[in-house]
């Protein structure tokens, strides 16, 4: 099958030819994102591979079908960018790819947790310009403290086995419990004592209408003052402006991102020589207490190419009309 790739890297490039080298699949790569003025470059091709900030909305997905697309692989796990419904009424199919290395996330989590906690980011800066005081870094000890977990997923899972064997209580939200979150250690409990008791907070929820702006301005008023939250799930989770007031307030003690809302005119570009116009995101960065990475918590050697695989077997089972394992059913 001929496949567009959108919103491709060198990294992509190098992991999918290696796991299309006996599928045989015809890759074409585009540096360009998926959106209304550049679809016309999947022309004629039976496949298209986007990514987390492509956009693939009805305008999209009707053109891409008029221009003989058929399948729609996201490789990655989240999918909200794609409109489900009007993909089943131009008869495109969507898989993505369920499960990768969840462990990629989960130590992401920590490294952003400790190094939030620990100051690595201002101590980093500091030793570089020879100043070897320790005033403003101290953090706390992760042992005894509280972590809470929304999502109890597979990553949700890996995160609370790391955090236990710190030494943390867990408490887990979520819409379906886990036993195996359970058979960990964790707890579940409602937003509310959340809110009274956790130390940190880790998003791992997709997001959907339910859980738009989840952690919004009445939440972080019910959180107790100075708890950390860290987002690598959806930037849509979290109301940004909210969250820069309770960082303002001092109820948020720090915040760590590897997601931001209004990412896809962000992340994955070099915008080091141009001024960035984003007023919310510039506000961000210039609290002490908040670190942004640019959604690179999947990116390790081992989920990229658990990624590649995925999505081309996916392609593979396609054009061998078998039954599609990654697909997402339209509910």
Same mark, same amino acid.
């Given at each position: 099958?001929?496949?567009?790739? %959108?919103?491709?890297?060198?990294?992509?490039?190098? %992991?999918?030819? *290696?796991?299309?080298?006996?599928?045989?699949?015809?890759?074409?790569?585009?540096?360009?994102?998926?959106?209304?003025?550049?679809?016309?470059?999947?022309?004629? #091709?039976?496949?298209?591979?986007?990514?987390?900030?492509?956009?693939?909305?009805?305008?999209?997905?009707?053109?891409?079908?008029?221009?003989?697309?058929?399948?729609?692989?996201? &490789?990655?796990?989240?999918?909200?960018?794609?409109?489900?419904?009007?993909?089943?009424?131009?008869?495109?199919?969507?898989?993505?790819?369920?499960?990768?290395?969840?462990?990629?996330? *989960?130590? #992401?989590?920590?490294?952003?947790?400790?190094?939030?906690?620990?100051?690595?980011?201002?101590?980093?800066?500091?030793? &570089? $310009?020879?100043?070897?005081?320790?005033?403003?870094?101290?953090?706390?000890?992760?042992?005894?403290?509280?972590?809470?977990?929304?999502?109890?997923?597979?990553?949700?899972?890996?995160?609370?086995?790391?955090?236990?064997?710190?030494?943390?209580?867990?408490?887990?939200?979520?819409?379906?419990?886990?036993?195996?979150?359970?058979?960990?250690?964790?707890?579940?409990?409602?937003?509310? /004592?959340?809110?009274?008791?956790?130390?940190?907070?880790?998003?791992?929820?997709?997001?959907?209408?339910?859980?738009? #702006?989840?952690?919004?301005? $009445?939440?972080?008023?019910?959180?107790?003052?100075?708890?950390?939250?860290?987002?690598?799930?959806?930037?849509?989770?979290?109301?940004?402006?909210?969250?820069?007031?309770?960082?303002?307030?001092?109820?948020?003690?720090?915040?760590?991102?590897?997601?931001?809302?209004?990412?896809?005119?962000?992340?994955?570009?070099?915008?080091?020589?141009?001024?960035?116009?984003?007023?919310?995101?510039?506000?961000?960065?210039?609290?002490?207490?908040?670190?942004?990475?640019?959604?690179?918590?999947? %990116?390790?050697?081992? *989920?990229?190419?658990?990624?590649? /695989?995925?999505?081309?077997?996916?392609?593979?089972?396609?054009?061998?009309?078998?039954?599609?394992?990654?697909?997402?059913?339209?509910?």
């Amino acid at each position: 099958m001929k496949i567009a790739i %959108f919103s491709a890297r060198h990294y992509d490039r190098e %992991f999918l030819n *290696a796991a299309n080298a006996t599928a045989g699949h015809q890759l074409q790569f585009f540096e360009a994102s998926l959106e209304p003025e550049t679809v016309a470059l999947a022309a004629g #091709h039976e496949a298209v591979c986007i990514f987390v900030n492509d956009t693939a909305d009805a305008t999209v997905l009707k053109a891409l079908a008029d221009g003989g697309t058929r399948l729609v692989a996201l &490789r990655c796990t989240g999918f909200n960018n794609v409109d489900l419904k009007a993909a089943d009424q131009f008869g495109l199919k969507v898989v993505r790819v369920v499960a990768y290395s969840p462990y990629s996330v *989960a130590e #992401h989590v920590v490294a952003l947790l400790q190094a939030i906690n620990r100051k690595i980011h201002r101590a980093y800066n500091r030793t &570089r $310009d020879s100043n070897f005081t320790l005033d403003g870094l101290m953090g706390f000890d992760l042992h005894g403290k509280t972590v809470a977990i929304i999502g109890t997923g597979r990553i949700g899972r890996v995160l609370t086995g790391i955090m236990r064997g710190f030494g943390c209580e867990v408490l887990g939200y979520d819409k379906y419990q886990s036993p195996e979150f359970l058979a960990l250690g964790g707890r579940y409990a409602q937003l509310a /004592e959340i809110c009274a008791k956790a130390d940190i907070i880790s998003l791992h929820c997709p997001l959907t209408p339910e859980t738009h #702006h989840l952690v919004d301005a $009445d939440m972080l008023s019910r959180l107790k003052r100075g708890t950390l939250l860290i987002n690598t799930s959806r930037g849509g989770l979290v109301d940004t402006e909210a969250a820069i007031e309770a960082l303002k307030s001092g109820q948020l003690g720090g915040l760590a991102l590897d997601v931001y809302e209004q990412e896809a005119d962000l992340f994955y570009r070099d915008l080091s020589s141009t001024v960035v116009s984003d007023d919310v995101f510039e506000r961000l960065l210039s609290f002490p207490n908040v670190i942004v990475t640019g959604h690179q918590a999947f %990116f390790t050697r081992e *989920a990229i190419t658990t990624i590649s /695989e995925t999505t081309i077997k996916s392609v593979t089972e396609f054009a061998s009309g078998q039954v599609l394992s990654e697909a997402i059913q339209v509910t």
